[in-house]
């Protein structure tokens, strides 16, 4: 099993920044790929970003790409999310998730653990 903690979330102005972090532990070599996903209310659970163990392949949504980015310290087993330039609309819950397979996925139901989550509310 591996357990995952979201951390950073808060209420931030529009055009702010957050940096989001998710600490893990467990059978910490099970988490090949790392992701964030996000939900809105109302709203399915959406992907975010994802990124490859080794950190040199990394996704993103169209909707964040340019302003957030994605990074993690396997000595520390730690995931961040470093978002910028914030906008109302990326108000959500954020999840972080974890997957056994080497290939990052956009697909939510391709993560076998994940988080609480954290709420990020951006206010205009």
């Known amino acids: 099993q591996v357990q995952l903690v979201e951390s950073g979330g808060g209420l931030v102005l529009a055009g702010g920044s957050l940096r989001l972090s998710c600490a893990a532990s467990?059978?910490?070599?099970?988490?090949?790929?790392m992701g964030w996903f996000r939900q809105a209310p109302g709203k399915e659970r959406e992907f975010v970003t994802a990124?490859?163990?080794?950190?040199?392949?990394?996704y993103y949504a169209d909707s964040v790409k340019g302003r957030f980015t994605i990074s993690r310290d396997n000595a520390k087993n730690t995931v961040f999310l470093q978002m910028n330039s914030l906008k109302p609309e990326d108000t959500a819950v954020y999840y972080c998730?974890?997957?056994?397979?080497?290939?990052?996925?956009?697909?939510?139901?391709?993560?076998?653990?994940w988080g609480q989550g954290t709420q990020v509310t951006v206010s205009s």
């Open positions: 998730a974890a997957r056994d397979d080497l290939i990052p996925s956009r697909r939510a139901n391709e993560y076998k653990y």
């Open positions: 990124i490859n163990r080794n950190g040199d392949d990394t």
């Open positions: 467990g059978r910490t070599f099970s988490m090949n790929v």
